[in-house]
Antibody, heavy 123, light 106 residues
Framework: EIQLQESGPGLVKPSQSLSLTCSVT?????????WSWIRKFPGNKMEWMGY???????NYNPSLKSRISITRDTSKNQFFLQLNSVTTEDTATYYC????????????????WGQGVMVTVSS | DIVLTQSPALAVSLGQRATISCRAS??????MHWYQQKSGQQPKLLIY???NLASGVPARFSGSGSGTDFTFTIDPVEADDIATYYC?????????FGSGTKLEIK
């Protein structure tokens, strides 16, 4: 069974960097699919942040492009989120998820998700 | 970015039909997907490609629509269906989500 698990600090100070880890079990992240970070703000708005593909290429939401980096450690089957220069507006629950491109239906959706980690940006 | 508009909440009696709508700011063809998120849990994929049931999802759940107007239906509603339901489009990059519809039981 594929499982994803986020980890990282729950509190980050403004202007610092937010760093999270997603550990994947049951599937090797270099075998296929995209591996995304998605966040949900207080009030329920959800935002796709970006992904790292099985081949190592990345794609980021243009709204975050100057602040975000997604990397991976294939030996540990983990991928990472770094978000720089955070403000209180980055307070959210952060999820990692597997993105699946369904060529038959011309669709891209998220079929496995982690439990999420709540991150608060506050001094 | 494509904006997806959902009604904030819907109250339905047990055993009745719940219909949740999602309107896109421009056509997404059939690239619309639906998720269920229960309190304290991660989102769960229910419908992909507008009308296709994800693996293991009961047939009480269904989706329809294309272009800009989509509908997600639960029939009949059970107590375990209390959750917030989100639509998500993948026609254009970046993928975007609706603001969610909270399903409540009357």
């Amino acid at each position: 069974e594929i499982q994803l698990q986020e980890s990282g600090p729950g509190l980050v100070k403004p202007s610092q960097s937010l760093s999270l880890t997603c550990s994947v079990t049951g599937y090797t992240i270099t075998s296929g699919y995209d591996w995304s970070w998605i966040r949900k703000f207080p009030g329920n708005k959800m935002e796709w942040m970006g992904y790292i593909s099985y081949s190592g290429s990345t794609n980021y939401n243009p709204s975050l492009k100057s602040r975000i980096s997604i990397t991976r450690d294939t030996s540990k089957n983990q991928f990472f989120l770094q978000l720089n220069s955070v403000t209180t507006e980055d307070t959210a629950t952060y999820y990692c998820a597997r993105g699946y491109y369904d060529g038959y239906y011309h669709s891209y959706y998220f079929d496995y998700w982690g439990q999420g980690v709540m991150v608060t940006v506050s001094s | 970015d494509i904006v997806l508009t959902q009604s904030p909440a819907l109250a339905v009696s047990l055993g009745q039909r719940a219909t949740i709508s999602c309107r896109a700011s421009e056509s997404v063809r059939s690239s619309m997907h639906w998720y269920q998120q229960k309190s304290g849990q991660q989102p769960k994929l229910l419908i992909y490609g507008a009308s296709n049931l994800a693996s293991g999802v009961p047939a009480r759940f269904s989706g329809s629509g294309s272009g800009t107007d989509f509908t997600f239906t639960i029939d009949p509603v059970e107590a375990d269906d209390i959750a917030t339901y989100y639509c998500q489009q993948s026609r254009n990059d970046p993928p975007t989500f609706g603001s969610g519809t909270k399903l409540e039981i009357k």
